[in-house]
């Protein structure tokens, strides 16, 4: 199990968010049917493939009848090498074979194996198969000369690859297994290559109907944006989707670790430091402990659980599904980023510890404790952030990262265009391209760079071939236009004409700024909307635009959804008739964006210039 020592089973979650993907027991079962397929394991990046199969290789690969090969393209393939990638897996695949075969059998065996399955060449194998049965042994000079044979073997890798697979199953009488892990980190014309090399490996010499010693079972691991290149390379392919862990789980799990491993060390003695007044406080007064005979540290422990529990639990007053299950949403179901993001939440400082104690204490209730606005801003702000980083992990669907006017509106309409594909598995790439171009005059490298990063980023997905579906993180970040707490920290980051622009002057701004950038915000969406079906009417494509776009305008959602929060927004007395302006406006506002208002004004736009 090289390099796979640091993992531990109990870490792993099989609890899954959805019953309908692959299970341990499915692999299992591939595994000991006699079949010659390439089983493929899908996820989106970060979801767990690594720790699935980890997972697998701890338990049903350890009883004895397997024989693991593990093959980790990012930590094992040198891209800058002269040598090719390819190479470098057939080279590696044959150390790993050959140091297999070396710990299930003497070296005679190996030997007289090879021998006797191997090609003959002018004899000389014969002549040494026939020394080795008399004598049991070779010679000096006959041991070289099968040191020249493995020699002019290696060239034939598949060759080589296929006599050891042999080997192991007849004489060791092992099923040798190879797994296949981080080949997304590839180029495309190197992956194809690679899942050619694995598929011949699982069917062995003859294909599937071939001699079914000779071949092993294989598993690859890769992301839904390579899944495509399997298909396009070979049918005869098992399939196993990943579907994501419960997070509040994956979080207990290493909570529990955490605790276990600092068993007796979570905290020496009953004092601490407080940070605001550099005093010590009584541990037990910040628990509100009164018995005397509950060890600190068991208080301690028993208060970072229930913590936990307020925070992970479904109905927090975060929303319905809780702020853990969000986050999965807004980045693909990457348990990598949302255990990241979370730390940096806990770590910000937007947390009232305070409060919480006194609810894990039952001295008050724990609703309405974690802020709705402080959350969402800690989760958007934590692991590169929208406002210092292009490559964000959380997307600003009203910016491509150029900042113009084209880019405030072009990744909403494409994630609105692609949900049009759901029930017709998935939308052309090439329709998808070519309407956006027709309807919006979008730059094509703009659009084409658009989806790739989509594509990528795990917000669309190839249903077919070339025909794509939103993910779950595309259905959310669409529903996300109407959320509140979400746009007023992303528009902040995007593109506004001079008239429209609310200068950020403060990290704390009040709710009034927040409301009036909003507000200013959808007027401008309003205004390029205008824009665009002008040019849609004078193209004649209104009936192609109200085919997948309907009625629904994005300055409409916008302004809907500050409406909505409008009326539970904290209010100062100094700022009361400004206030009362900003709803006037703001109702002005909700009416002019209707639908048929828009285009009347767009069509009168345009016959005001002819």
Request: hydrophobic share 40%; proline share 3%.
């Amino acid at each position: 199990m090289e390099g796979d020592s640091a993992y531990e089973t109990d870490l792993y979650v099989e609890t899954r968010v959805s019953n309908d993907g692959v299970q341990a027991g499915d692999v299992d079962a591939y595994l000991r049917d006699d079949n010659a397929r390439l089983y493929v394991i899908e996820a989106p990046a970060g979801l767990g493939k690594t720790t699935f199969l980890r997972y697998l290789r701890r338990s049903i690969m350890t009883d004895g009848r397997m024989v693991t090969l593990w093959i980790d393209v990012l930590r094992d393939v040198d891209e800058t090498s002269t040598t090719s990638v390819i190479q470098q897996i057939k080279a590696l695949l044959a150390g790993k074979l050959q140091a297999a075969v070396s710990s299930h059998s003497g070296t005679l065996l190996w030997w007289k194996y090879f021998l006797s399955h191997a090609p003959s060449q002018t004899g000389s194998s014969d002549v040494l198969r026939e020394e080795l049965e008399e004598t049991g042994t070779l010679a000096r000079e006959s041991r070289l000369q099968l040191a020249r044979l493995f020699e002019e073997g290696r060239t034939d890798f598949m060759e080589m690859a296929r006599l050891r697979f042999g080997f192991l199953r007849a004489i060791a009488e092992k099923i040798p297994c190879v797994i296949i892990d981080n080949i997304d980190q590839l180029r495309t014309a190197d992956i194809k290559e690679l899942v050619i090399y694995a598929k011949k490996l699982a069917e062995g010499p003859g294909g599937p109907e071939g001699d079914g010693l000779q071949r092993a079972r294989v598993i690859v691991a890769m992301r839904p944006i390579s899944a495509g290149l399997v298909t396009a390379a070979t049918a005869f392919v098992t399939w196993g989707i990943l579907q994501p862990p419960i997070l509040a789980e994956v979080l207990q799990r290493r909570l529990d670790r955490f605790l276990t491993t600092l068993q007796g060390r979570v905290l020496r003695g009953r004092y601490l430091v407080s940070e605001e007044s550099g005093k010590e406080v009584d541990v037990r007064k910040l628990l509100w402990l009164d018995d005397e005979s509950i060890p600190v540290e068991a208080a301690i422990r028993d208060a970072i659980k229930k913590l936990a529990e307020i925070m992970l639990r479904p109905n927090s007053s975060f929303g319905v599904d809780g702020f853990a299950t969000l986050l999965q949403l807004m980045t693909n179901y990457n348990t990598r980023v949302c255990l990241s993001a979370m730390a940096h939440y806990l770590a910000t400082g937007h947390v009232d510890w305070k409060r919480l104690l006194e609810a894990v204490a039952g001295r008050r209730p724990s609703t309405g404790i974690l802020s709705r606005h402080k959350i969402f801003m800690a989760l958007i702000l934590g692991v590169n952030s929208v406002y210092s980083s292009a490559e964000s992990w959380v997307w600003n669907v009203f910016s491509d990262g150029e900042r113009d006017s084209a880019g405030v509106l072009l990744r909403i309409r494409l994630l609105k265009l692609v949900s049009q594909g759901a029930s017709g598995g998935g939308l052309a790439k090439k329709r998808i391209h070519e309407t956006l171009g027709a309807l919006f005059s979008y730059d094509k490298s703009r659009v084409l760079r658009t989806h790739k990063n989509f594509w990528h980023g795990g917000l669309v997905q190839e249903q077919t071939p070339l025909r794509f579906v939103l993910t779950d993180a595309g259905w959310s970040y669409l529903r996300l236009v109407r959320n509140f707490e979400y746009l007023q920290h992303v528009v902040i980051d995007s593109c506004v004409g001079n008239d429209y622009l609310v200068p950020c002057e403060s990290v704390q701004e009040d709710a009034f700024t927040r409301v009036r950038r909003l507000v200013e915000f959808a007027a401008w969406v309003r205004r390029l909307e205008v824009a665009e079906l002008r040019g849609i009417i004078a193209g004649e494509m209104l009936p192609v635009y109200e085919r997948y776009f309907g009625e629904d305008l994005v300055c409409s959602a916008i302004a809907r959804t500050v409406s909505d929060s409008f009326v539970h927004l904290p209010r100062t007395e100094n700022l009361s008739s400004a206030w009362r302006e900003l709803e006037q406006r703001l109702d002005h506002l909700l009416a002019s964006c209707m639908f048929p208002v828009v285009l009347s004004e767009a069509k009168e736009s345009n016959e005001a210039l002819r």
